[in-house]
């Protein structure tokens, strides 16, 4: 079975946007993916109908949204396919859940223990450890990739063998280069050595099955907004196990058992790690999108995305002055967005100009500053793609973006 794409794209308003007389064509969901009409609804009625403080109150309302909110862990925990609904702790995005971890988690760390990174990071997953690091003494060490842009796991494996590792924190996949690290060799080559390992997968999220237990990763972080949901909700994944060892990560109300004034008990999970009011319409929107999204197999939302990179990739091949950064073929290792350099073209110039017509490309260093610079550039521009994006959509960024270039070379 095959996507219906006109009906997927009847389903998100926003695709009817015009820009100056131009069709949307948004080529922008690795920053953030659009929301279907399910998600505004749900988020809509919520506020209408059931908008209270969950946990916090004995009326009809406080009891509806505390439902609301528990129901959404429960469908984020089939979801992720996490043994228990207490693993799931709501965050405000996916930097915030990786900050958790490394404040919580790091707290065990002492000087001389080490922290393994990738080229590959964002850097929601590069500063929280450059704090640990001046914090604490730690030591970070960095996988570095091939020409390729795939990770050097004989570096991995020299960095176990040191015996001081204790945790690994690596992207599932790369929101420039595309490229997904072989997770599961790593976390068995991890948990072989003593070593934890924390996954970001704000990338890979809406792009491939997520499955915990078959991945035995120890945390996982990823945001709504990426998943079809709203922003201003994200998700860490733990094992009970270990978030029980781990100190709360704020402090204030709904994470404590009990309050003295020279002393507190935490609560237990997962309220231990949900300090204050709870994004509760946001965790609302986020079960809402999950319940659409499973609609869809993987395997065909895998086989759209493979088109549509293909189609992509080999039309940027034939632009002459045009660099594809990364991998230069599409493999089973590869989803969601092309990155690309145009020789004498700054990425902030090409990105405005399509822009005015209506074609949303990204241009900066995404946040990758220490990945750009491995590439030897300060800047690309990033095309990501969504469900809803089609081939018709590709052609026409092509065209215009060979109409830019030309106004460069006039």
Not at 298 to 323: C, M, N, Y
């Amino acid at each position: 079975m095959t996507l219906h794409l006109q009906r997927i794209r009847s389903e998100f308003p926003i695709l009817e946007e015009r820009i100056d007389s131009h069709p949307l064509i948004y080529f922008d969901s690795a920053a953030t993916a659009q929301k279907p009409q399910m998600v505004l609804d749900a988020m809509r009625s919520y506020f209408e109908h059931d908008n209270a403080n969950a946990h916090r109150g004995m009326h009809v309302l406080a009891e509806r949204a505390t439902v609301a909110f528990e129901d959404a862990r429960k469908a984020v925990q089939k979801f992720l396919h996490a043994k228990r609904a207490e693993e799931i702790i709501f965050t405000k995005n996916c930097t915030e859940a990786i900050n958790l971890v490394a404040r919580c988690f790091g707290s065990t760390l002492t000087e001389g223990d080490t922290v393994v990174l990738s080229l590959l990071e964002h850097h929601s997953n590069i500063i929280p450890w450059l704090q640990l690091m001046e914090e604490r003494g730690v030591e970070l060490r960095w996988i570095d990739i091939d020409e390729e842009g795939r990770l050097r796991l004989d570096q991995l494996d020299q960095y176990l063998a040191e015996g001081t590792v204790k945790l690994i924190a690596i992207t599932a996949q790369s929101n420039v280069l595309g490229v997904r690290p072989p997770l599961k060799e790593i976390i068995k080559r991890a948990h072989a050595a003593g070593a934890k390992v924390c996954i970001d997968a704000a990338q890979s999220i809406a792009h491939e099955k997520t499955d915990v237990q078959e991945f035995d990763c120890d945390f996982l972080a990823f945001s709504g907004h990426k998943l079809y949901g709203p922003t201003g909700i994200g998700v860490l994944y733990g094992k009970k196990e270990l978030l029980e060892t781990m100190p709360p990560f704020l402090g204030g109300g709904m994470m404590i058992r009990d309050v003295h004034t020279d002393h507190f008990l935490a609560a237990d999970l997962p309220q231990k790690f949900e300090a204050g009011s709870q994004p509760i319409a946001e965790a609302v929107g986020l079960r809402a999108a999950i319940k659409w999204l499973a609609q869809f197999s993987w395997q065909d939302i895998a086989a759209h995305d493979r088109l549509l990179l293909e189609t992509a990739f080999a039309s940027l091949k034939k632009v002459p002055g045009l660099t594809i950064l990364g991998p230069q073929k599409i493999a089973d290792d590869i989803a969601g967005c092309i990155s690309f350099a145009i020789e004498g073209i700054h990425p902030h110039d090409l990105t405005d100009i399509l822009g005015k017509k209506g074609i949303c490309l990204r241009a900066g260093h995404h946040c990758t500053q220490p990945l750009h610079r491995k590439l030897g550039i300060v800047a690309s521009t990033r095309m990501s793609f969504g469900i809803y994006n089609t081939l018709d959509e590709i052609a026409s960024c092509i065209k215009e973006l060979k109409g830019a270039m030309a106004t460069f070379t006039k």
